[in-house]
């Protein structure tokens, strides 16, 4: 009996699939807007990363796209030495996997196969435009997955949260 249940469990895993069709940049910009003053000042900038993910069905084959959005500003006091942005994504050819476990799936390996061109891509434009080398700190997707279940959570009153004063 538990060859059976083995056997199905490899069947189903067998039907599952997740492959990488293909990866590209959507968009991608690079501004400088105080150059060249901006290079004869100290180099000391605050540097701020914005990430967004976004994914959509691309057909009914099981095709998916997936975009990864990082938005990187470098300011000098209150003055923007530069800012870039890419959009980096891919299609993602999903099977035998749907709702919750689609979604996180989307949300967690998609972008962590696409992060390290962004990432590149990003490291050649700063360079490009003159300024020192910026490589981004990797990034961990399941963690900021499960960080928005949890605020989705709290923000739709599911979470739940102990009461002042009980004992435990």
Request: avoid cysteine; glycine fraction near 6%; proline fraction near 5%.
């Amino acid at each position: 009996m538990a060859e059976e249940g083995t056997a199905a469990a490899q069947e189903e895993q067998a039907q599952q699939q997740f492959v990488t069709q293909r990866i590209y940049t959507k968009d991608i910009s690079f501004e400088s807007p105080i150059a060249p003053k901006v290079f004869r000042q100290e180099w000391k900038p605050a540097v701020n990363v914005d990430l967004n993910t976004k994914s959509s069905r691309v057909d009914e084959e099981g095709n998916h796209e997936v975009v990864l959005t990082l938005t990187i500003t470098a300011k000098l006091e209150e003055q923007t030495a530069f800012l870039v942005e890419v959009q980096q994504a891919g299609i993602f050819f999903v099977s035998g996997i749907e709702g919750d476990s689609l979604r996180q799936l989307l949300a967690t390996v998609a972008p962590t196969i696409l992060f390290p061109y962004a990432r590149e891509a990003i490291d050649s434009l700063v360079v490009k435009g003159g300024f020192p080398a910026l490589m981004i700190a990797p990034v961990n997707f399941d963690a900021l997955f499960r960080q928005a279940v949890a605020q989705q959570a709290v923000e739709a009153g599911d979470a739940v949260v102990p009461s002042e004063g009980a004992t435990h």
